[in-house]
């Protein structure tokens, strides 16, 4: 099961670089899917719940078409990508290293964002992130100062990180933290953990702190495994029907205080950074 969820997010990861070349190439952001030489990016669109911007990337001021892209990966991996960046020539960058020597002429990247690569790079002026914080990216002066466009990876780890979770959730749920120490050691302690220690998720409280895209998936599976999912979120009440509640930011301590487990799923930003003080973990 790992090696094919490992497969399915490396699927996904080519599609999502696919489509970002796509609406960073194509002068119509709204034909994008249509126009798309591979069928799977309909199913890719709807499964991570995209939705296209009113204006296409071409529109921003002073843009032009992409001629020389630096991409995150080796030359067969890059190689897929031409079919998608017809005229484009996207040069291969296992490492931050050899973008870094690449650099020069180039005018955007895909998967690679430092200080050392905007220097290197004066004509770089996009951004394709592999992840989706781009806390550290943003805050380089260069890309402030030179307007360049940054886009991430949102949504595309959802399931990847919610499973982690889970994971961590039956881990320290069932002890099996403590229990793969002595194991390691060759030694059974039947009574390592207490009994009324060990939780059933079943039943228990779940709260998801920032209901996005990775929130999203920690809810749906909390929710399979017979949880009873509260959420919150800056923008709205709203939420998928397994989420039983959905809070504003401001309902946090209450939520907090009814809650089993809490998992923070929020970007950090000004507003989020500290949330998690002192004071918060003793309102738990």
């Known amino acids: 099961m790992p090696i094919m969820r490992r497969a399915m997010t490396q699927t996904a990861r080519f599609g999502f670089a696919v489509l970002f070349l796509a609406a960073a190439l194509m002068p119509f952001g709204a034909t994008l899917a249509r126009d798309m030489p591979d069928p799977g990016i309909d199913q890719l669109i709807e499964q991570l719940g995209l939705r296209a911007a009113k204006a296409p990337v071409s529109e921003r001021a002073g843009w032009s078409k992409p001629e020389r892209v630096i991409v995150r990966g080796d030359a067969e991996q890059v190689d897929a990508l031409g079919p998608f960046a017809p005229g484009v020539e996207l040069v291969p960058a296992p490492t931050l290293e050899d973008a870094v020597a690449a650099a020069a002429g180039a005018d955007a990247v895909i998967g690679f964002c430092a200080e050392a690569l905007l220097d290197a790079g004066a004509d770089i002026r996009w951004l394709q992130l592999p992840y989706a914080g781009a806390e550290r990216c943003v805050s380089i002066p260069a890309v402030a100062e030179r307007d360049i466009l940054v886009t991430n990876a949102q949504r595309i780890y959802g ?126």
Do not use: C
Request: net charge negative; no cysteine; hydrophobic share 40%.
């Open 159 to 284: 399931p990847e990180i919610a499973e982690h979770v889970l994971a961590m959730m039956l881990s320290l749920t069932r002890g099996l933290h403590l229990y793969a120490e002595t194991q390691g050691r060759g030694v059974w302690e039947r009574g390592l953990i207490p009994e009324e220690k060990l939780w059933e998720l079943e039943g228990k409280t779940l709260l998801v702190v920032g209901l996005g895209g990775i929130g999203t998936e920690v809810a749906r599976l909390g929710h399979a495994m017979g949880m009873r999912v509260t959420a919150t979120r800056n923008s709205s009440r709203s939420g998928p029907g397994f989420v039983d509640y959905v809070g504003l930011a401001d309902e946090l301590p209450k939520l907090t205080s009814e809650a089993d487990i809490v998992v923070n799923a929020t970007p950090l930003t000004p507003q989020t950074r500290g949330l998690f003080d002192a004071g918060y973990f003793e309102s738990m």
